[in-house]
């Protein structure tokens, strides 16, 4: 039996953006901006929470761009992919050195830097108090980190899926550009689809969905937020059925 002060789930996956490791350079990664994400999901493990993460490659090289401008599609994902790989490594090393234990598990091979991805050893890593960061998305063009967020979570039988961005939930329009916009404190998957709001692209609010999977939207803007919320504070959109 859970007791009142237990984290509202046991098992995670936080997805971020590339975008979200770059700071204020817009490009690329800032290093400060990656130590306060890695701290933010310390303060998380110190609750006991078993936590993996799917991190995108925007920052670096966005596939759908790179096709956009003339690229072959094929060739552009897994550009974006191994973007993918180059920012697990780095939130990798600023977790190591908050002494957490860290595995960067790709779905690309290249067993030098990471492990490949077997589901039964990325779970014991999990059950060991390990730090997942699953890279290259699922190893196939055409999909998005969304996507593979969406599976992975479901394959480590998570309870949630945590999508850090840098607005505080889902709001009916772009609260940036529009004062008026509302904030949703919870909205089904169904709602999300049809309204076309943009929380993670439509494979993978339908995969949630089929799965049962509720989708929590934060800020990562603010300090503490993550944890937060597992703690029954702060201030977020859930999506789920019961909306």
Excluded: W
């Amino acid at each position: 039996m859970s007791k009142p002060n237990d984290p509202a789930y046991s098992r995670v996956l936080l997805k971020i953006s590339g975008e979200a490791l770059m700071g204020d350079q817009g490009f690329g990664l800032h290093p400060p901006t990656v130590a306060k994400i890695a701290e933010e999901v310390r303060s998380v493990q110190e609750l006991g929470v078993e936590v993996c993460m799917v991190i995108g490659g925007g920052n670096v090289f966005r596939g759908l761009q790179g096709s956009a401008q003339g690229m072959e599609r094929t060739t552009a994902d897994y550009m974006g992919m191994l973007a993918t790989v180059m920012n697990a490594l780095a939130m990798q090393s600023a977790l190591e050195a908050l002494g957490i234990h860290t595995r960067v598990i790709s779905a690309i091979r290249m067993d030098e830097v990471a492990e490949p991805y077997i589901r039964r050893r990325a779970v014991r890593h999990l059950e060991k108090k390990r730090v997942c960061i699953f890279a290259a998305g699922t190893g196939n063009p055409y999909f998005t980190t969304d996507t593979a967020a969406t599976l992975r979570a479901t394959e480590m039988s998570c309870q949630a899926i945590f999508k850090g961005t840098l607005v505080d939930g889902v709001y009916d329009k772009d609260p940036a550009r529009h004062p008026d916009a509302r904030r949703y404190d919870t909205i089904s998957y169904d709602d999300v689809l049809a309204k076309n709001l943009k929380v993670m692209d439509a494979s993978a609010i339908a995969l949630a969905r089929d799965n049962d999977l509720p989708i929590i939207v934060f800020s990562l803007d603010e300090p503490g937020g993550f944890r937060g919320i597992l703690s029954g504070e702060g201030t977020y959109t859930i999506v789920q059925d019961r909306a």
